[in-house]
């Protein structure tokens, strides 16, 4: 079976740098995606490709790959940056989201 | 600018089926370069995957789902639906609608979202 697993909770101050991982085996072979859901708001993709930043998003975003762990950094966090974070891969035409991490910028 | 707008009852009874549309405006639904997905999140949990259909008319489903699941298309209304059969508590959820790029399998649009109870 295909799971992602990613941490419940992240929390930094504003300003320091986050790190949210998303481990799993198919991510040795498959791109990873992450998403940013605020509150009653639409999932929106801030990586795509595991590395690669849609326009539009801040360059304090970042991703980068190791192996089965990807890892979403946020550099020098902003209180807006606070929200659910979802890292997601698709493999045989199926789509397997992690559970999701909320980070709190405080 | 794209955009999704999903559409269908609010509220289901048990053991009913879940109707729910999905219209696409801004962009052709016919277009190789995409494929259309469900996605759903019962309150106060995360994201889960229902499925995907593509152009060509091709579905994929969720393992954990697909003996309730059907995903349909209407190219002539730039429309595309669920159907969700036999239906629990525990599909009680707010079902969104996305767009997925074919390459890289990116959710690049989102609709806003529709919140389905299941309830007597």
């Known amino acids: 079976s295909y799971e992602l697993t990613q941490p419940s909770s992240v929390s930094v101050s504003p300003g320091q740098t986050a790190r949210i991982t998303c481990s799993g085996d198919v991510l040795a072979k498959k791109y990873a995606r992450w998403l940013q859901q605020k509150p009653g708001q639409a999932p929106v993709v801030v990586i795509y490709?595991?590395?690669e930043r849609p326009s539009g998003i801040p360059e304090r975003f970042s991703g980068s790959t190791s192996g089965t762990t990807v890892t979403l950094t946020i550099s020098g966090a902003q209180v807006e940056d606070a929200a659910d974070y979802y890292c997601?891969?698709?493999?045989?035409?199926?789509?397997?989201f992690g559970g999701g991490t909320k980070l709190t910028v405080l | 600018q794209l955009q999704l707008q999903e559409s269908g009852p609010g509220l289901v009874k048990p053991s009913e089926t879940l109707y729910l549309t999905c219209t696409v405006s801004g962009g052709s639904i016919s277009n190789s370069d995409y494929y259309w997905g469900w996605i759903r999140q019962p309150p106060g949990k995360g994201l889960e995957w229902i499925g995907n259909i593509y152009d060509s008319g091709s579905t994929y489903y969720n393992p954990s789902l697909k003996s309730r699941v059907t995903i349909s298309v209407d190219a002539s209304k730039n429309q595309f639906s669920l159907r969700l059969s036999s239906v629990t508590a525990a599909d009680t959820a707010v079902y969104h609608c996305a767009r997925v790029v074919v390459v890289g399998a990116t959710l690049d649009f989102w609709g806003q979202g529709t919140l389905v109870t299941v309830s007597s």
């Open positions: 997601y891969s698709a493999t045989d035409n199926h789509l397997v």
């Open positions: 490709k595991d590395i």
